[in-house]
């Protein structure tokens, strides 16, 4: 059993800084990938970025390259997804997942999800 918990998020204006950061825990090993979605209202989820845990080999959606950054922390089992140049599309809820076998951009390649945290940007 993996279990994932999102903390940070919240309301920030266009064009701020804000993180959030997901905690795993149970049986996640070191050679999982873990990756940020996203949803907003009417929307269907969609990628945000992935991490190599063993690596540290990163992938981007193009909407967010250069503006987000994901890393991870081994020795606090703990993913970290920096946003800058907040836009008012980035809003949504933000939401942590594990794999076992992909870094890619498809939610049903990915087994266990956390709860989730609000990032609202307003303009």
């Known amino acids: 059993q993996v279990q994932l918990v999102e903390s940070g998020g919240g309301l920030v204006q266009t064009g701020g800084s804000l993180s959030v950061s997901c905690a795993a825990s149970?049986?996640?090993?070191?050679?999982?990938?873990r990756a940020w979605f996203r949803q907003a209202p009417g929307k269907e989820r969609e990628f945000v970025a992935a991490?190599?845990?063993?690596?540290?080999?990163?992938n981007y959606a193009d909407s967010v390259k250069g503006r987000f950054t994901i890393s991870r922390d081994g020795a606090r089992n703990t993913m970290t997804l920096q946003m800058n140049s907040l836009q008012t599309d980035d809003t949504g809820v933000y939401y942590c997942?594990?794999?076992?076998?992909?870094?890619?951009?498809?939610?049903?390649?990915?087994?266990?999800w956390g709860q989730g945290t609000q990032v609202t940007v307003s303009s």
């Open positions: 997942a594990a794999s076992i076998t992909t870094m890619g951009p498809l939610v049903d390649e990915y087994k266990w």
């Open positions: 149970g049986r996640i090993y070191s050679t999982y990938y």
């Open positions: 991490i190599s845990w063993n690596s540290g080999r990163t």
